[in-house]
Antibody, heavy 122, light 107 residues
Framework: EVQLVESGGGLVQPGRSLRLSCAAS????????MHWVRHAPGKGLEWVSG????????GYADSVKGRFTISRDNAKNSLFLQMNSLRAEDTALYYC???????????????WGQGTLVTVSS | EIVMTQSPATLSVSPGEGAALSCRAS??????LAWYQQKPGQAPRLLIY???IRATGIPARFSGSGSGTEFTLTISILQSEDFAVYYC?????????FGQGTRLEIK
């Protein structure tokens, strides 16, 4: 059974940093690209970032480019999102999602975690 | 960036009836379109990919159609568990984009 378990969310002040983690199991982690998708209160889903199986390709939404960094550790079946210079508009539930290809980041998402909540507020 | 527009924002339907949810792309997305269902407190669940291919375990009452800029998710006979928010997503063009969602509520 595929499982994606996010952690690391919390309440943080504007301008500070936070690092999200996602522990994956139930599939061959390094066969697939992985992504982060967020859901802000009262809004729709927003793709945030994606990373190819070997970390050779990464992509970011314009809204987070230059502030967020995605990474992965295939030996530990883990995905990460380093979030710096956080803003109030980054407040959202952040989902770890599995892509359907190894390299290409244009993908739909066949498995989702339950999400970790990030609240940016003073 | 391809902008995805879903309509209506809210659809009120009685159980046992059918429903058609629309998703329009600002430019062609080919057949690279997925649909998701999200219930309160739950993660989104993949329903349809490739515009018309049902994901594993999805009941046959869910069907997807369309290509290019116009897509439709049809639910043939609504069950109580189908009342939720539905999102479309294009993965034809970078960056990946979602629609704003259609809330399907009980009439």
């Amino acid at each position: 059974e595929v499982q994606l378990v996010e952690s690391g969310g919390g309440l943080v002040q504007p301008g500070r940093s936070l690092r999200l983690s996602c522990a994956a199991s139930g599939f061959t982690f390094d066969d697939y690209a992985m992504h982060w998708v967020r859901h802000a209160p009262g809004k729709g889903l927003e793709w945030v970032s994606g990373i190819s199986w070997n970390s050779g390709s990464t992509g970011y939404a314009d809204s987070v480019k230059g502030r967020f960094t995605i990474s992965r550790d295939n030996a530990k079946n883990s995905l990460f999102l380093q979030m710096n210079s956080l803003r109030a508009e980054d407040t959202a539930l952040y989902y770890c999602t599995k892509g359907i290809r190894a390299v290409a980041l244009d993908s739909y998402f066949d498995y989702w975690g339950q999400g970790t909540l990030v609240t940016v507020s003073s | 960036e391809i902008v995805m527009t879903q309509s209506p924002a809210t659809l009120s339907v009685s159980p046992g009836e059918g429903a058609a949810l629309s998703c329009r792309a600002s430019q062609s997305a080919g057949s690279n379109l997925a649909w998701y269902q999200q219930k309160p407190g739950q993660a989104p669940r993949l329903l349809i990919y490739g515009a018309s291919i049902r994901a594993t375990g999805i009941p046959a009452r869910f069907s997807g159609s369309g290509s290019g800029t116009e897509f439709t998710l049809t639910i043939s006979i609504l069950q109580s568990e189908d009342f939720a928010v539905y999102y479309c997503q294009q993965y034809d063009n970078w960056p990946i984009t979602f629609g704003q969602g259609t809330r399907l509520e009980i009439k």
